[in-house]
């Protein structure tokens, strides 16, 4: 393994991490499920609502800023209650379906969090001639990524400038 694909995988490893983890609570809950009886809806809600994103704090705790990490952790959350919902039976769960209500609502808080760190992130980037470095740490986006949205905007602007001229 290169030293660039070696330092990603030690930064990142919660990527990898997770579908092995989301393969095996799976197959738990398929094959022994039944016979777990009413623990099942506990043991699944314990790994993907509070394992899960534990590993992900243990991950990028000292790589993320401290906004970025809670909200994507209590997105982990929300997205663990749904997962819960397709793999523990209908007939076992007694918890879930009190929490129906709390899935929908943190979606959707969710999704209006990053609509609005999106636009103000683009602001950033067509307002003014903002580096990568600086939408990355005001959006909370990966510096790759943040490169890309500073390029794409250069690209806009110089569209716009030819567009202009005519």
């Not at 070696?6 to 738990?28: D, H, K, M, Q, T």
């Not at 129906?100 to 602001?123: N, T």
């Amino acid at each position: 393994m290169t030293s660039k694909g070696g330092a990603w995988l030690r930064s990142n490893w919660f990527v990898v991490a997770v579908p092995p983890l989301l393969l095996i609570e799976w197959l738990v809950a398929r094959n022994i499920g039944g016979e777990m009886g009413p623990y099942l809806e506990t043991v699944v809600l314990f790994d993907l609502c509070l394992f899960m994103p534990a590993l992900y704090i243990a991950c990028y705790w000292r790589s993320v800023a401290l906004k970025p990490l809670i909200l994507r952790t209590i997105a982990l959350v929300c997205v663990g209650i749904y997962l819960s919902t397709y793999l523990v039976p209908a007939a076992a769960q007694q918890v879930l379906p009190h929490l129906f209500w709390a899935r929908i609502a943190g979606l959707i808080v969710l999704a209006l969090v990053e609509l609005r760190l999106l636009v103000m992130a683009v602001r950033m980037i067509y307002g003014r001639n903002a580096s990568a470095e600086q939408v990355s740490a005001a959006s909370g986006a990966p510096p790759w990524i943040a490169r890309l949205m500073v390029l794409e905007a250069r690209f806009w602007r110089t569209v716009w400038r030819l567009v202009r001229r005519r």
